[in-house]
């Protein structure tokens, strides 16, 4: 996703009340009635925070039939999406994406979904246990995830501090250190990318370039 | 971390200068004018985020003699912390954790870190080469492991659509339904517990602990 789309997703899901409220409809539709009480806000401030949600795609309404009175418009969670940051002294990598639904599955993936699936026969305490076993399993594997990802991070960081080290061996200038780092980053760069996204004129590249080319800190 | 937690690192990065500033200052130490340049923004605006971010602890600044004029205030990221969340229909995971530079590393990635610090002695373009390599690598490796973690989300969405099935087959009260889910999030659960979270009376939480036993869903 693009940088705007980040920039977006965070001004949606930087309010707390919109976190709350995306929980709770994770969950189960719910009426704007229902997420005031439940999160001990206002009615109406529900409302715009439901609004601005489902201008962004983030939540969908319909209207339901109610026991009592008027139609009541109830709302559903309708957006997968994640948003990761990772900011450190060596580190920043930050990125959205939808979320797979389909992911192609592992084999022992598809027969924890056989699992999920084959429960629907069995009696409701069997079936409750079995969900909430497999639910503990899919939480250990995602913590262990978690784990694993922090140690590639960690990896990363310690590039970055390599190559930092490096080009201040070699005495680079501030915008030689920028460009080694956008070559870095982006193995398959081009004169014109480089001059784009670092904001320099091509010729500028390019003559860094060559100075990096000098020292042997690019070919 | 706490809730209050992950409020606040949203409302430090939510903010798109503060973000740049971070991802700049990840790569070397910056004085506010070299930011204000980089990121095309006063100043004085530049001044105040890196204000808020050093009283959050994200940054850390030194005064340093310069070539022309009085000493300046040179700035560097200083906090490691990732901050994850996922949403979606029948999704909701927010978490932040301090990034663990230290993290155990496994015999592969130890390998990779060896050779990371043996291409010191290397010459300057064999180095760029081989650090350039690793890091593609790791980039790599990285977007694998995001394609997995992806997989277990899907798997415990497909999860929370069997719970919420289940407990819609059983007739549950809406009370009900934030009850089992509290259970099956939190397999050691107390009585205790599950009234402070969902804010009921422990009597209360009893009584539907007493129904969804009834029907065979909870024991």
């Keep these: 996703m693009s940088l705007e789309e980040i920039d977006n997703l965070f001004y949606l899901l930087e309010n707390p009340t919109r976190r709350r409220i995306l929980q709770l409809l994770s969950r189960e539709r719910l009426y704007p009635l229902q997420l005031s009480r439940e999160i001990d806000v ?6 715009k925070h439901l609004r601005i949600l489902e201008e962004h795609g983030m939540v969908a309404s319909r209207d339901e039939p109610s026991d009592r009175g008027p139609n009541r418009r109830v ?5 997968s999406v994640s948003l990761h940051i990772d900011v450190g002294p060596t580190t920043f990598r930050e990125q959205a ?18 699992a999920i699936a084959e429960a629907r026969n069995m009696e409701p305490s069997a079936r409750m246990d079995l969900l909430a076993r497999v639910g503990e399993d899919l939480r250990h594997s995602l913590r262990d995830h978690e784990q694993k990802r922090q140690q590639l991070l960690a990896l990363i960081s310690e590039l970055n501090r390599e ?3 490096c080009s201040r061996k070699a005495d680079c200038s501030y915008d030689e250190r920028r460009l080694l780092h956008h070559m870095l980053q982006n193995p398959s760069y081009t004169i014109e990318g480089a001059a784009a996204a670092l904001g320099l004129r091509e010729a500028e590249v390019r003559l860094l370039l060559a100075g990096l080319e000098e020292r042997g800190l690019a070919r």
Excluded at 42 to 47: G, H, L, P, R, Y
Excluded at 75 to 79: D, E, G, I, L, P
Excluded at 101 to 110: F, I, K, N
């Design 42 to 47: 206002s009615q109406q401030a529900v409302v």
């Design 75 to 79: 709302y559903r969670a309708s957006r």
């Design 97 to 114: 994406a939808p979320m797979a639904e389909d992911a192609e599955l592992s084999t022992e993936q598809l027969r924890i979904r056989s």
């Design 163 to 165: 190559v930092g080290r």
